[in-house]
Antibody, heavy 123, light 107 residues
Framework: QVQLQQSGPGLVKPSQTLSLTCAISGDSVSSNSAAWNWIRQSPSRGLEWLGRTYYRSKWYNDYAASVRSRISINPDTSKNQLSLHLSSVTPADTAVYYC?????????????WGQGTLVTVSS | DIQMTQSPSSLSAFVGDRVNITCRASQSISSYLNWYEQKPGKAPKLLVYAASSLQSGVPSRFSGSGSETDFTLTISSLQPEDFATYYCQQSYSTPPAFGQGTKVEIK
């Protein structure tokens, strides 16, 4: 059974960097079939895919155009986890953030999700 | 990018009713369409993948149909635990995109 456990602060100041971690159990961040994603949800934007990391002989990343200049998703193979870093945040980045597994890259199906982290951007 | 539009945005129904939720893609996506259920305070849960395949453990009262641009999620007999918000998501191309959601409420 795959489990995703998120951690990180719930309050970030404007212009600072939002950082979250997603610890994986029951699968590997280095899986050759899955991809590991970050998705956020807010009343104004709904469910918004932010990006993913995956391993196919080497590491790859894909990012949403809306955050591409500010986002970094990094795998940590020693801890079997992935992280999200979103820089220069504004109140518009306030949302619930989820990590999720895409079980078959190429036909994106999010079959396991983290518990969600509400991140508020406020001074 | 492909846009996904769901209708209705909300509906009220009785326990035992048959419920249909529709999802339209802005271009053809073949059968690359998934459905999720989300309850308050919880993460979305995968119900149907590839337009019509039921995820393991999902009750058979849920079914999906459609192809190309038009898709439907059907709940054949609404149960109390089915009151939730339902989302479609296209998996045809990157970025994967979700519909805005359909909230199913008790009448």
């Amino acid at each position: 059974q795959v489990q995703l456990q998120q951690s990180g602060p719930g309050l970030v100041k404007p212009s600072q960097t939002l950082s979250l971690t997603c610890a994986i159990s029951g699968d590997s961040v280095s899986s050759n079939s899955a991809a590991w994603n970050w998705i956020r949800q807010s009343p104004s934007r709904g469910l918004e895919w932010l990006g993913r990391t995956y391993y196919r002989s080497k590491w790859y990343n894909d990012y949403a155009a809306s955050v591409r200049s500010r986002i970094s998703i990094n795998p940590d193979t020693s801890k079997n986890q992935l992280s999200l870093h979103l820089s220069s945040v504004t109140p518009a980045d306030t949302a619930v953030y989820y990590c999720a597994r895409d079980r078959l890259l190429g036909d994106t199906q999010f079959d396991y999700w983290g518990q969600g982290t509400l991140v508020t951007v406020s001074s | 990018d492909i846009q996904m539009t769901q209708s209705p945005s909300s509906l009220s129904a009785f326990v035992g009713d048959r419920v249909n939720i529709t999802c339209r893609a802005s271009q053809s996506i073949s059968s690359y369409l998934n459905w999720y259920e989300q309850k308050p305070g919880k993460a979305p849960k995968l119900l149907v993948y590839a337009a019509s395949s039921l995820q393991s453990g999902v009750p058979s009262r849920f079914s999906g149909s459609g192809s190309e641009t038009d898709f439907t999620l059907t709940i054949s007999s609404l149960q109390p635990e089915d009151f939730a918000t339902y989302y479609c998501q296209q998996s045809y191309s990157t970025p994967p995109a979700f519909g805005q959601g359909t909230k199913v409420e008790i009448k």
